[in-house]
């Protein structure tokens, strides 16, 4: 197997080779109409297939399970979105359909598969065939193949076929060969050669790691230790060939107002192109330049004394419909910003005059003004204010002189976050002119008089 990408998972995905298949449709003949309906549903979803025999069906083995269940949450633990299908269910978990005929042989799956794919549509079939009635020829897998080939031309659908090298017998060592090993050889070449099917091969026989004596119940069947290790086989060498992954990039952590650009060039596919989505799941709602491409881009928003967090979601999807999803968070730290404090426009007042020294403009842009305090810091002459603690606050413009004067007042806010500022503002106190003083004595009335002025 030529393992060519690795994934961020550090689980390495294969390439795979393009094969096919036909089919053949029997049995299965007392089949609700509901069940045929609801399976029609299903085929917008990523429908999957467990076929084969009793070693997909796990009947009467550990928990009934077979390497199904594992698979399911190996899937679903990496995000994955899968429905499996069948008409046979087993096992102990919510997925449990399957298509796994104790005792059956590759030519009777071969004889009944196009009528399990009628039934229960499938984009991926999981083939683990041949155990039964075992030989070399593989003319019988070739049949499976071309009755699902059959199925595709009959309704314009394509199935990818993941293809077992199967297990062997209680007892064999690897890579000794065997009747089974043959077998697995000849299969394998008969479905390199399909190069217009969608086939991915998988060497269960000897790539999953089983031990042919501590990993089996019996001389044919696998126990549950024996199960997981071809679950985790199935679903490295063979569904991540085919899958595509979603990479939402590293966590951020950025400030208020910072431009952020969201990462999904982890992202990849095996075998075509993806379309992205960004979806924003949690945190303060933002605005993405273009949640369909690659790198999005939103400005960071406001957020509380405590931070906020943002998490978006990206969903991949391949030209299969396959689809997969990951999330990345995006923490926010609270940018603190100063208030802003406005003693208002400076003043001109006559002495004796009620002066308002007005600071309501004053505010705070990211929380509240806590508190206020008004200072005399200028003027030869100290005034007494009546409410030096409030935004608002009054004096009676003092007795400055003939020449006048200045008195300078300081603003000083604090907000909730300990931040203080500071504005000043001149009030200029102008004196009283005096009364001018009136002439004596007799005549004249403030009229001018020109004359001589003799000894």
């Known amino acids: 197997m030529d393992w060519a990408t690795q994934r961020t998972s550090s689980i390495a995905r294969p390439h795979f080779t393009r094969h096919g298949s036909d089919m053949k449709a029997i049995r299965l003949l007392v089949i609700l109409f509901t069940t045929l309906v609801a399976a029609q549903s299903l085929w917008a979803q990523v429908t999957l297939m467990p076929l084969g025999d009793s070693i997909t ?67 991926i079939v999981l083939l683990h065939i041949g155990t039964n009635g075992l030989n070399t020829n593989p003319a019988d897998v070739e049949r499976i193949l071309d009755e699902i080939d059959r199925w595709e031309n009959d309704n314009t659908e394509t199935v990818i076929v993941i293809l077992a ?38 060497d269960i026989e000897c ?34 060939a085919v899958l595509p992954w979603a990479e939402a990039g590293a966590d ?23 379309q992205y989505l960004w979806e924003q799941l949690e945190g303060t709602s933002v605005t993405l330049s273009d949640p369909t491409s690659l790198e999005p881009v939103f400005v960071a928003p406001a957020v509380g004394s405590d931070g ?33 404090a406005d003693a208002g426009l400076d003043q001109r007042a006559a002495e004796g005059d009620i002066v308002t020294l007005d600071g309501s403009d004053s505010y705070d842009p990211d929380g509240t003004i806590t508190n ?20 608002s606050t009054e004096f009676t413009a003092p ?47 403030g009229g001018c008089f020109i004359g001589t002025i003799s000894d």
């Open 57 to 123: 069906s796990g009947d009467n083995y550990g928990d009934n399970n077979a390497f199904r269940r594992v698979l399911w949450e190996l899937l679903t633990g990496s995000g994955y979105d899968f429905d499996f299908v069948g008409s046979l269910q087993d096992g102990n978990f919510i997925e449990r359909q399957h298509e796994g005929h104790n005792g059956w042989t590759d030519a009777q799956i071969a004889a009944d598969v196009y009528t399990f794919l009628e039934v229960n549509p499938a984009k």
């Open 165 to 202: 090298r199967i297990i062997n017998r209680q007892g064999h060592v690897c890579p000794n060969p065997s009747t089974t090993t043959t077998f697995n050889n000849n299969v394998a070449a008969m479905a390199s050669a399909r190069i217009n099917d969608r086939i991915v091969i998988v």
């Open 207 to 240: 790539g999953a790691g089983l031990d042919y004596q501590a990993d089996m119940a019996d001389l044919l069947h696998p126990n549950i230790t024996g199960f997981s290790k071809m679950a985790h086989n199935w679903y490295a060498e063979g569904l991540l």
């Open 252 to 274: 951020q952590r950025v400030a208020e107002n910072e431009v952020v650009v969201l990462d999904g060039t982890g992202s990849a596919d095996p075998d075509g192109e993806l």
């Open 308 to 340: 906020g967090t943002l998490v978006f979601q990206l969903t991949v999807t391949d030209s299969d419909g396959f689809t997969h999803n990951d999330t990345v968070n995006i923490d926010i730290d609270d940018v603190l910003i100063t208030p802003v």
């Open 372 to 391: 206020v305090q008004w200072q005399q810091v200028g003027g030869s002459v100290q005034v007494s204010l009546a409410t030096a603690n409030l935004l």
């Open 399 to 445: 007795a400055v002189g003939g020449g006048g004067g200045v008195l300078t007042f300081k603003l000083t806010i604090k907000d909730n976050d300990g931040l203080v500022s500071e504005d000043y503002v001149y009030v200029t106190i102008d004196p009283i002119d005096p009364v001018p003083p009136t002439g004596g004595g007799g005549g004249g009335g």
